[in-house]
């Protein structure tokens, strides 16, 4: 299961580990929903991954910084370095193909 994180726990996982995403989202979104369950089935194939998830109305500054523009999104870091922002997760395939080419 993806944990919910706030912007210490982010900080604090890309310091850990070399392959981070984190999954932006909203309450109250549908697509959202549907994505969040998409991530959740890649993830547990994906055990190279720290993947965590965040309610974007609680980390404003996370969203100003990478200048998020909708929900879903994922942040993909690699070795503590941005490196994608993923906004259309299309299937469980393609995400675990968008995912494993940042290992």
Known sequence: ?????????LKAELDRNAHTALYLYTPMCGTCKLAGRML????S??????????????????????????VPCLLIWK???FEEKLYKFESVP???ERLQSHL
């Open 40 to 43: 959740e089935i890649t993830a």
């Open 79 to 81: 070795n503590g370095e």
């Open 1 to 9: 299961m993806i944990q919910e994180w706030n912007f210490e726990q």
């Open 45 to 70: 194939t994906l055990p190279g991954y720290s993947i965590g998830k965040a309610d974007l109305n609680y980390v404003e500054s996370l969203a100003e910084t990478y200048q998020i523009e909708s």
């Open 94 to 96: 393609n995400l675990f």
